[in-house]
């Protein structure tokens, strides 16, 4: 069985730097890509940006372009995201995403999600 284990978030203040992590545990065959998906009070959810596990090449949705970074560590599984300079509408719940192979088939996977709190 497998699971995405978040962490990181909480409450910033604008202008202030955000890190998250997300690891993928369990019977794990390969990963395609990780990243992060966000959604706002009263709003769709949206891509934030992510990374192919092989390549390392990175997709950032424009919003954030320019703010953020994606890396991955193959070994542990796990990608990591930092986001600077953030603002107020960058509140929401943000929540880890891979497509990953769990030894017996592809599919679409989702942490429980991370509270993110932006003040001025």
């Known amino acids: 069985q497998v699971r995405l284990v978040e962490s990181g978030g909480g409450a910033v203040r604008t202008g202030e730097f955000l890190t998250l992590s997300c690891q993928a545990q369990?019977?794990?065959?390969?990963?395609?890509?990780m990243g992060w998906y966000r959604e706002a009070p009263g709003k769709r959810r949206e891509l934030v940006g992510n990374?192919?596990?092989?390549?390392?090449?990175?997709r950032v949705a424009d919003p954030v372009k320019g703010r953020l970074t994606i890396s991955r560590d193959n070994a542990k599984n796990t990608a990591f995201l930092r986001m600077n300079s953030l603002q107020p509408e960058d509140t929401a719940i943000y929540y880890c995403n891979s497509v990953l192979y769990d030894e017996t088939t592809w599919g679409h996977y989702w942490g429980p999600g991370t509270q993110v709190s932006v003040s001025s």
């Open positions: 990374i192919d596990m092989k390549s390392g090449d990175t």
């Open positions: 369990g019977n794990i065959g390969s990963i395609n890509t």
